[in-house]
């Protein structure tokens, strides 16, 4: 049986209180936020298999994915949404050209989210231990020993998004 859907949208929200991500931000969930995003998109996941015509479950869980940053994940939801409820309003549409902008953005940074978090880690220990020296140094070893493709285009993507030194990297873009 799945669970209620008020009872998941109340573990979304605890999760997006708990992200620092504000409205609209592309950096990952502050980590407390995570088991609730995740344990949120799981129970959306399987209350949608059961209740396929519901627009504000496919809502809610466009929320979860976008908070993961599953941003195509978070379009086709959101696209689902939009189907069902046979409406195009604004702030929908506001949204999709949102989640689109950020899927593009995502596209060139060309991280998964994964790699993020596992960037995030590594410049936490390396900014502790010797401090940021105003550079991209540490961001560009890490590239380098993981052999990350297309180095450079990741390095334009990050300084995009307001990471033009290792600490501005883990404020601005990995995020908490
Ligand atoms: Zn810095």
Redesign the pocket.
């Known amino acids: 049986m799945s669970q209620d859907l008020e009872e998941l949208q109340r573990i979304l929200i605890e999760g997006q209180r708990r992200s620092m991500q504000g409205s609209y931000q592309r950096r990952s969930p502050a980590k407390p936020a995570i088991p609730f995003l995740l344990e949120a998109r799981s129970g959306l996941k399987k209350y949608v298999e059961a209740h396929e015509d519901d627009d504000k479950a496919w809502r809610s869980l466009s929320q979860a994915e976008e908070c993961l940053l599953n941003y195509s994940a978070a379009l086709n939801c959101l696209e689902k949404a939009m189907d069902i409820s046979g409406q195009r309003d604004k702030k929908d549409l506001k949204r999709l050209a949102l989640l689109k902008e950020y899927e593009a953005d995502w596209k060139q940074l060309n991280l998964t989210p994964a790699q993020l978090q596992a960037l995030g880690g590594y410049l936490s220990q390396k900014l502790l231990e010797e401090g ?1 020296d ?1 550079t991209l140094r540490c961001t560009q070893e890490w590239l380098k020993a993981l052999s990350i493709a297309k180095p450079k285009s990741v390095v334009d993507a990050l300084r995009n998004r307001g990471g033009y ?4 990297v883990l404020n601005n873009v990995v995020g908490g």
Do not use: A, G, I, L
């Open positions: 940021c105003h030194c290792d600490c501005e």
